[in-house]
């Protein structure tokens, strides 16, 4: 896993990672992540999030 960024929202400190995954195409939710619906990225712009989740993912974004 790579440390990516640590960001501050109003009370909150976020530690974000990236995580190598070989066989992305075969991943799936499970555990506390399993009733999440994932999105494609550029949809995150229209889906209600707060600014830390924006942010998190534009920062994402502009290491692809």
């Given at each position: 896993?790579?440390?990516?960024?640590?960001?501050?929202?109003?009370?909150?400190?976020h530690?974000?990672?990236?995580?190598?995954?070989?066989?992305?195409?075969?991943?799936?939710?499970?555990?506390?992540?399993?009733?999440?619906?994932?999105?494609?990225?550029?949809?995150?712009?229209?889906?209600?999030?707060?600014?830390?989740?924006?942010?998190?993912?534009?920062?994402?974004?502009?290491?692809?």
């Amino acid at each position: 896993m790579l440390y990516l960024m640590e960001l501050e929202t109003g009370s909150t400190r976020h530690h974000v990672f990236e995580a190598s995954v070989p066989d992305y195409h075969a991943a799936r939710p499970l555990n506390e992540i399993f009733d999440c619906i994932w999105f494609p990225l550029d949809a995150v712009q229209n889906l209600n999030t707060s600014d830390a989740t924006l942010r998190i993912v534009k920062a994402f974004q502009r290491r692809l």
